[in-house]
């Protein structure tokens, strides 16, 4: 775990230096399909931005394509000013990165899953380390004294040696979130990260992740339907329809006060 | 028809001999080099770029749908005999271990097209997901494929490649067309000497059953051990 507690009052959007993540004209069409199209937005250093909305309305795809499952169809992500997939090159043409250039920087980011996506074929400790031994190079031993003391924070200190499949979903999804957290990311995704869990098990997986908000500086981009989750622990919510941010505010106002019609239709069907 | 067990007596040791030495060291060792080369297969038609990937999938269509014995037949007399390697022998024992040994790749070739199968069906099943977190750790790709991929893909497709290894244990008898001694050829060798073939024929049918059968037992029973 990187360093305890900065971030309770961390960056919001606007603050100075060179934003976590920018999305800069961003398009991505599924066949004839447009989903996104001319989409921007900054995301600071340490901030949380919770992305709500409709489905079908690009929440998951902006996380895939942060994580590089989808590939970009126009446009730009830069990661800490560095491009990500495509950059624009000295005749300003746009041009893909070669494979080993984007994997140094998706390295910087890390996600959870809605179905968790656990490796079934090894234990619980050997999925934390897997990344950290054979992607950071770390011994086996040091990965998994961390992996362990990661185990610990997410209450499941004792199941190291079973396999994900023995577990519970939410004591999955706790393993997953802990297999993130052991690449020591600077962003992290969560893609609708309780929507597959029994309803008595999500109260845990969010505790985990209240306590990953507080006591660390991660950078947060949450899809999400739990609203009160969302209103706790992010700086930011963005709305979004068909592909674009139609507002955006701090989470009190945004639930509170929302200003766009459809903004308010959505808050009032889902809360 | 007349049962005479005395040529059941005297064939039975030299058949086990011949099912020992030579049927069960072909199908082992042909079993282990067709379930590497057809993992290979199965990677390569995945990972190779296009145009590459085509070639082979046309190579082990090719190899698929021809049969066995051509190929024993192609390989023996087409391909190694006119390098002189074959001829060039300084007894028949080593004459009939190099027989052996086209028979053997003969074999693995031939069923790691099949085997290929196994394992793609085997990959495919995989949820993409899996891929997913891969890609979201940022192994690499081959350590993915090392790690993730082909752990999952080997149970999936396990219970298939032990049929297939089954499938070409009963195959084994093809190599009479290229004249390795395995056991079938020599059960025919005593039959005709003893003009009388029940006994011998029998003993081959036993020999088979009684090996493959229980192979066929722990298959299963393996497959349902293989959940995870």
């Given amino acids: 775990m990187s360093s305890p507690d900065l971030s309770k009052f961390a960056a919001t959007s606007g603050t100075s230096g060179t934003p976590r993540i920018v999305f800069e004209d961003v398009e991505k069409r599924f066949g004839k399909n447009v989903v996104l199209n001319g989409l921007g937005f900054e995301v600071a250093k340490g901030e949380r931005v919770t992305l709500i909305g409709p489905s079908g309305s690009g929440k998951t795809t902006i996380l895939r394509l942060l994580m590089t499952l989808e590939e970009l169809s126009g446009g730009y992500i830069y990661v800490d000013g560095e491009p990500l997939t495509h950059k624009k090159a000295d005749n300003g043409k746009r041009t893909a990165l070669r494979p080993k250039e984007v994997a140094l ?59 994900p499949t023995r577990l519970s979903g939410g004591q999955q999804q706790r393993v997953a979130i802990a297999r993130a957290l052991a690449m020591e ?26 306590d990953v908000a507080n006591t660390t500086d991660i950078t947060m981009l949450l899809v999400t339907h739990e609203m009160q989750f969302a209103r706790d622990v992010s ?29 308010k239709k959505f808050l009032q069907a889902i809360l | ?49 296009g145009a590459l990937s085509k070639v082979l999938a046309f190579v082990l269509s090719l190899l698929r749908n021809t049969p066995i014995p051509l190929q024993l037949l192609i390989a023996a007399y087409a391909i190694v005999q006119p390098t002189g390697w074959l001829s060039h022998t300084s007894s028949l024992a080593q004459y009939q271990h ?12 031939q069923y790691s097209t099949y085997m290929a ?58 190599l009479i067309a290229i004249s390795v001694p395995e056991m079938v050829s020599q059960a025919q060798d005593i039959g005709g000497n003893n003009f009388s073939y029940i006994e011998v024929m029998t003993i081959a049918g036993l020999i088979f059953l009684v090996a493959s059968y229980p192979t066929a037992i722990l298959m299963r029973t393996l497959e349902k051990k293989l959940v995870y």
Wanted: aromatic fraction near 8%.
């Fill in chain 1, 185 to 210: 990311p600077e962003i992290l995704l969560l893609d609708e990260v309780t929507s597959a869990l029994d309803p008595e098990l999500v109260g845990d997986v969010l505790g985990v992740l209240r």
């Fill in chain 2, 117 to 174: 199968e196994s394992y793609r069906g085997g990959i495919e099943s995989i949820r993409s997901g899996q891929w997913e977190a891969a890609t979201a750790l940022s192994l690499p790709r081959r350590r993915t494929w090392q790690a993730v991929i082909v752990p999952q893909a080997m149970r999936a497709a396990l219970p298939s490649l032990g049929n297939w290894a089954i499938a070409m244990f009963k195959d084994t008898p093809y």
């Fill in chain 1, 235 to 263: 700086h930011r919510v963005m709305m979004f329809d068909e592909g674009h941010i139609i507002e955006e505010s701090a989470p009190d106002a945004m639930f509170s006060n929302p200003q766009h019609e459809r903004t």
């Fill in chain 2, 1 to 49: 028809m007349h049962w005479d067990w005395s040529i059941a007596r005297d064939a039975l040791p030299v058949m086990l001999k011949a099912f020992f030495e030579v049927t069960l060291v072909v199908t082992v060792v042909a079993s282990i080099l067709s379930a590497l080369l057809g993992l290979i297969w199965a990677i390569g038609l995945r990972e190779m770029p």
């Fill in chain 2, 98 to 109: 190099r027989l052996i040994i086209i028979g053997i790749v003969v074999f693995a070739l």
């Fill in chain 1, 105 to 163: 920087i998706r390295r910087r980011i890390g996600m959870v899953f809605q179905q968790f996506n656990l490796f079934p074929n090894m234990s619980v400790i050997e999925n934390i380390i897997e990344a950290p031994v054979h992607v950071l190079g770390q011994s086996k031993e040091e990965a998994r004294s961390k992996a362990q003391s990661l185990l610990d924070q997410v209450g499941l200190g004792d199941r190291g040696d079973e396999h």
